[in-house]
């Protein structure tokens, strides 16, 4: 973005509220570009002793990942993972266990984190083309490559199923 979407002058960054912004450089124009990060929720996805990852249409072969989503207008989170699940590979979700909240500073995004618990019979759709069973033990060594992140909660989520079935 090079010029202000309320009166066309050109975008300068400069310093507002101890942080660097863009901002309009008409002194008659109060535009900032605030650039707040959007929320994603995502989830690592549990039916029974196995974990089950996704792959994107959009990504390619062998890459596989959490289930991700936007919320709706109005959507609390855990309403959003219920239904991104669902849309997205068929599954019920059971139950909802909140792993932790993760800055993604390259996207610009803040991961809102879940293990879910599901039920019901995987179901592909046009977001999610293919789906990857791993144990709790293949999980536990799975490279998610690049995405350093998923694979960090990855491990929120196998912690934190363990304990829960050491619990019930
Ligand atoms: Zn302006």
Redesign the pocket.
């Known amino acids: 973005m090079k010029y202000?979407?309320?009166?066309?002058?050109p975008?300068e960054q400069r310093y507002i509220g101890e942080l660097e912004r863009t901002a309009?450089?008409?002194p008659?124009?109060?535009?900032v570009h605030w650039d707040n990060p959007t929320p994603v929720v995502a989830a690592i996805v549990q039916q029974g002793d196995n974990f089950i990852l996704g792959r994107n249409a959009l990504w390619p072969a062998g890459l596989f990942s959490m289930i991700t989503g936007f919320l709706e207008k109005n959507e609390a989170p855990e309403q959003a993972i219920r239904r991104e699940t669902l849309e997205e590979i068929g599954l019920t979700v059971e139950e909802v266990h909140f792993l932790g909240h993760h800055i993604l500073p390259q996207r610009n995004q803040l991961i809102i984190a879940y293990l879910v618990k599901t039920s019901g019979e995987v179901r592909l759709s046009d977001e999610i083309v293919e789906v990857k069973y791993l144990s709790r033990d293949a999980l536990s060594a799975y490279d998610f490559g690049r995405f350093k992140l998923v694979a960090q909660i990855a491990r929120q989520a196998l912690a934190l199923s363990s304990s829960a079935s050491t619990l019930s």
């Open positions: 202000c979407p309320q009166c066309q002058h975008l309009c450089s008409s008659s124009c109060n535009f």
